[in-house]
Nanobody
Framework: QVQLVESGGGLVQPGGSLRLSCLVS????????MGWYRQAPGKQRESVAT???????KYADSVKGRFTISRDNAKNTVSLQMNSLKPEDTAVYYC??????????????WGQGTQVTVSS
């Protein structure tokens, strides 16, 4: 069974920084694309940043130049460095990974979510 565990959320003032991390564990045969998504109250979940196994990245227009996604294929982790945070970045952030595992084949998995609040 595959599990995703996120860490690093919290409360930060506008202009501040946070770093989110996500560890993927379980019977992993291959780890494909990974990403971070967020959902603010009353809004749909949206993609923030994604990264392929070859480290090709994509960002939402709203975070370009402020957020950086990275991954460590040896450690099965993905991180999101968030700088110059704005109140509109407030949301629950979810880690996503596309994984081929023993017994389950290839499918998407989600973390439990971590709250990021940007407020003075």
């Amino acid at each position: 069974q595959v599990q995703l565990v996120e860490s690093g959320g919290g409360l930060v003032q506008p202009g501040g920084s946070l770093r989110l991390s996500c560890l993927v564990s379980g019977n992993i045969v291959n780890l494909y694309g990974m990403g971070w998504y967020r959902q603010a109250p009353g809004k749909q979940r949206e993609s923030v940043a994604t990264i392929t196994s070859e480290h090709s990245t994509k960002y939402a227009d709203s975070v370009k130049g402020r957020f950086t996604i990275s991954r460590d294929n040896a450690k099965n982790t993905v991180s999101l460095q968030m700088n110059s945070l704005k109140p509109e970045d407030t949301a629950v952030y979810y880690c996503n990974a596309n994984v081929f595992s023993l017994g389950a084949g290839r499918r998407d998995y989600w973390g439990q979510g971590t709250q990021v609040t940007v407020s003075s």
